[in-house]
């Protein structure tokens, strides 16, 4: 199935045995589907979403997005009753989507999609607003269970991801300053140079390198962008945070 972006009609009804919306067999009114959003930026994956969904007669896919900015732009436009957010996309990521979806619509029911498992990552998922949290590796069941589930009003979270945050829940949190250090150690910069960088003294930053290595539980500055990059804080890739 090739997906076109914007070709989705939303006056499309559910198919039933006649126009009136009547379940030939019980007589009472057919179900109407769960119109989804599909928010991701590898055109094959999201595909492969939409192919997915298309399988169940009680999901249909109304709009795609190719990132958050995108999903951000078709919500308001569609109003889907569920949102499947990539986590990682250009533009805007699959968080500040959800951010922005939730500030316009505060009952809005979001799945965050993911490959990564990191506590940072589903700590601030869930503070966004997400309802659901599944990662795409998951059986296909249990991706359809979480749709139905989240269009139900309910939340999704599996055991193992549930533990994760728990985990991030009593981690304590780093400042915003030290996060700019953190992300200034990962780069491999030195002190002096993160002072340069922040417009800060050497000492100062020599205090918030410590306290970030208290807080992550590390002993040296190797460990501690090991345990940063595992728990999703920062990426490897980019310099900003996860």
């Known amino acids: 199935m090739k997906a076109k972006q914007g070709d989705m009609d939303t006056s499309d009804t559910l ?20 119109t989804i ?29 190719g990132n958050g900015l995108e999903a951000l732009e078709r919500y308001a436009a569609k109003r889907p009753a569920v949102v499947l957010l990539d986590l990682r996309m250009p533009v805007m990521d699959g968080v500040q989507a959800a951010t922005a979806i939730c500030e316009q619509e505060p009952e809005a029911r979001l799945i965050m999609l993911s490959t990564y498992q990191g506590e940072e990552d589903i700590y601030r998922a869930l503070r966004a607003g997400v309802r659901g949290y599944i990662l ?11 749709i139905h589930t989240v ?60 306290h970030i290595l208290e807080k992550l539980k590390v002993t040296g500055r190797a460990e ?12 490897i890739d980019s310099p900003t945070a996860a």
Do not use: Y
């Open 37 to 65: 959003l599909v928010a991701d930026d590898h055109p094959v994956v999201r595909a492969g979403l939409v192919s997915l969904i298309a399988r169940c007669p009680e999901m249909r896919v109304i709009a795609e997005a």
């Open 136 to 146: 795409k590796d998951s059986p296909l069941q249990e991706f359809m269970d979480c």
């Open 15 to 34: 198919e039933t045995s006649g126009e009136t919306g009547i379940d030939a067999d019980s007589g009472s009114a057919a179900e109407p589907p769960i």
């Open 224 to 235: 501690a962008i090991h345990v940063a990059v595992r728990r999703g804080l920062v990426r």
């Open 151 to 210: 269009a139900r009003g309910g939340t999704w979270i599996p055991a193992l991801i549930g533990a994760k945050l728990a985990r991030r829940m009593m981690d304590p949190e780093l400042t915003a300053r030290e996060m700019d250090v953190l992300r200034c150690v990962v780069r491999g910069k030195s002190n002096k140079e993160i002072g340069a960088d922040l417009d800060i003294s050497e000492a100062t930053v020599k205090v918030h390198v410590a």
